[in-house]
């Protein structure tokens, strides 16, 4: 298969919507259960999903053939003020993801294998507003233009559980993702030192492939206490793609209004998904009770410190000329600090075929107040959870919803060269529902 039609096939999988997703933007959870119950996942496991997003040593618990699939729907809002724009409604605002996983125990042997298609992360801020006045001389406007920003990582992944003992688990899986970036908007060039503080009309595409691994452990202290232990690699991710754009709007407030504004480069990103680390508890504190949690630690310091943009073989003689060159590079500040994500669940089981999830999760926004616009998103922090499972013979259908609770930032003094967001106010909140359906064969 070719790497275009591999990589079409993916984003029609994935019909990704806005920031659905927690700490930054990496999932609260995986699976229905997962998703319900907080995010919580490392210690306990269901369904193939959970194993294979959260660690594959669970998979030692599926003991019969499983085949899961899940649907979610996010619908997020957003509202951006600033001294031209006030309660600017967020754009398109909601989508649908598709995921799946299938189980299997060898026969006479410790293992059991699992494949799925999952996302990973994805995020689409579109608005529409008016560019504030900028650019190197400060009075650049591209006037009231769409903003638009997405991330999309998708993975194919495969994993193993190896049931060591009746008591330990390990497990590993490898994930090749797919990976999508687009931008769309007036761009401020940060580094490129013949174009510092320019503002052009970007409009960029890139996609890309890349991969990583989780290595997981499970223990069974007790009937009713478990532990488990997992660590996801960095997954570092290069894409390539076209950018083409309008840099009018600043040849004319510099008085260089013949010459031509249009310009396409070959581009190259380079980004990352940051290695992590989880650990939690799984306690049937009750016959009818169960309680999870767990906390996560992730490296965005390592992952997201800064965006870098590679322009190669321009068409616009005129830039390349005062450029010295046909190639651009920028370096854009990203500085995301580590943060600790705390995630906590309760399972009631009101009879034998039904049970009810309910949970929460907290973690610090990694993203400094500074560096904040709405196409990188006031980062949500707060998330309640709540759904609801029942079993019928070899099926089990499971709901879960996520509410990932308003979050407002207020930028006094951009990081950002030019300041078009300095004085500005950016508040969002998201709904996730996911429907799911696991069947044993």
Known sequence: MSRTLFSTSLVVWSLATLAAFGNGVLRDGYSTDSIAMGGTGVAFARDPLTSLGVNPATLSLLDAPMFSFSLTGAHGEGDFDNALNRHTNLG???????????????????????????????????????DTPGGVDGATSYGRRTHRSEFLAVSATVGVGWEVTEKLSLGASVGLIYHRIGLDLPFIFQSEPTLVGWKTLLDLETDGFGWNAILGMHYQFTDNVAFGLSYTTKADLHSSGKARGHVGAQLDSLGLAGVEPRFRYDADLDTA????????????????FRLAAQVDWINWSDAYDTLEVGLDDGSNAAVNGLTGGNSLHDTVPVEWHDRLVYRAGLEASLNESTQVLLGYSYGRSPLPTTLTTPLNGALFEHTLTAGVRTTQGPWSLGVAYQYHLPNAESVEQSGYRSGEYANSRLEMSAHMLTLQANVTF
Do not use: N
């Not at 598709?98 to 608005?127: C, H, I, N, Q, Y």
């Not at 998904?273 to 009818?288: C, D, K, T």
């Open 273 to 288: 998904l940051p290695q992590v680390i989880s650990a939690g508890v799984s306690w049937q504190f009750h016959e009818r």
């Open 92 to 130: 398109r605002d909601s989508g649908v993801f598709p995921e799946f996983a299938v189980s299997m125990p060898v026969r006479d042997s410790p293992f059991t294998v699992a494949f799925g298609m999952k996302v990973d992360s994805a995020r689409l801020a579109d608005w529409r507003y008016l």
